[in-house]
C-alpha cells in the first residue's frame, strides 16, 4: 500500500521569508511518481510538478524548488521569498506505474503568508 | 491551456436523491478519474476509466457509484441513493495516451441534506 505523509498541518509565515513543506512516502513500486499540487481558497487543484523515482535531481522553478531524496522516501518542498499568493493548502501525492493516474495525496499543508 | 470542465460547480440533493456529476475531459485523453475530496480533508481517489471500463476503483466506490462515458465528450458519476457522507468536492480528471500529469476540472461542491 502507499502512503503520503505531510506532517505540517498549518504554516504561517511572513511574506519573503523561506518555507520548506516536507512530505515523506511510502511505496513497495521501484517505479513511482511524486507530485506537488496547490490548492488555493477558490478551491481548483493546481499541478506544480511531477518527479519520477530515477530522477533525484533537485528542481527549481522560480521561487520554487523541489528536493527528492531516495534514501529518506522524502519530496520536499521550498518555496523561496514567500508572498501572499502563495496562500494555500499544498498537498505531496504519489502514484504507481501500473496506474499512473491513481495518486495517493497526503493530507494537505494549510501554507498561511502573511504581509 | 486546455481545460476539463465540470458541471455543476455546486449541486445541493436531498438524502436518498439520485445525483448525477458531469465532466468534459480534454479531447484527445483517453484515462478518466474522479477523485473526492470531504471538507478539509485529503483528496482521495475513487475511480479510473479507460477503453469504456473501469480500470481501477477504491473502496469508497460501492455499489451505489457508477461511471458513464456516454458519448465521446462526456465522462459522468452517478450517485444513485446519497447519504450525508457524500457531501464533498468532486474533481474529475483526464490524461493524455502514455501521459502522466492529471488534468484536474475545478470540481463539483456536492451538499447531500
Known amino acids: ?115 | 491551456e486546455p481545460e476539463v470542465t465540470q458541471t455543476p460547480s455546486h449541486q445541493v440533493t436531498q438524502m436518498g436523491q439520485e445525483v448525477i456529476l458531469r465532466c468534459v475531459p480534454i479531447s484527445n485523453h483517453l484515462y478518466f478519474y474522479w477523485y473526492r475530496q470531504i471538507l478539509g480533508q485529503k483528496v482521495e481517489f475513487l475511480v479510473s476509466f479507460y477503453n469504456n471500463e473501469i480500470s481501477e476503483k477504491s473502496e469508497i466506490f460501492d455499489d451505489q457509484f457508477s461511471v458513464e462515458r456516454p458519448d465521446g465528450s462526456n465522462f459522468t458519476l452517478k450517485i444513485r441513493s446519497t447519504k450525508l457522507e457524500d457531501s464533498a468536492m468532486y474533481f474529475c480528471a483526464s490524461s493524455a495516451p502514455r501521459g502522466w500529469k492529471l488534468f484536474f476540472g475545478s470540481g463539483t461542491q456536492l451538499s447531500v441534506l
Do not use: H, M
Open chain 1, 1 to 115: 500500500a502507499q502512503k503520503v505523509t505531510q506532517a505540517q498541518t498549518e504554516i504561517s509565515v511572513v511574506e519573503k521569508e523561506d518555507v520548506t513543506l516536507d512530505c515523506v512516502y511510502e511505496t513497495r513500486d521501484t517505479t513511482y511518481y511524486l507530485f506537488w499540487y496547490k490548492q488555493p481558497p477558490s478551491g481548483e487543484l493546481v499541478f506544480l510538478i511531477r518527479r519520477n523515482s530515477f530522477d533525484e535531481q533537485n528542481e527549481i522553478s522560480g521561487r520554487y524548488s523541489w528536493n527528492f531524496q531516495k534514501s529518506t522516501s522524502s519530496f520536499n518542498f521550498t518555496i523561496t521569498a514567500s508572498q501572499v499568493v502563495d496562500s494555500a493548502v499544498y498537498f505531496c501525492a504519489l502514484s504507481g506505474n501500473t496506474n499512473a493516474g491513481k495518486s495517493t495525496f497526503g493530507d494537505g499543508t494549510t501554507l498561511t503568508v502573511k504581509p
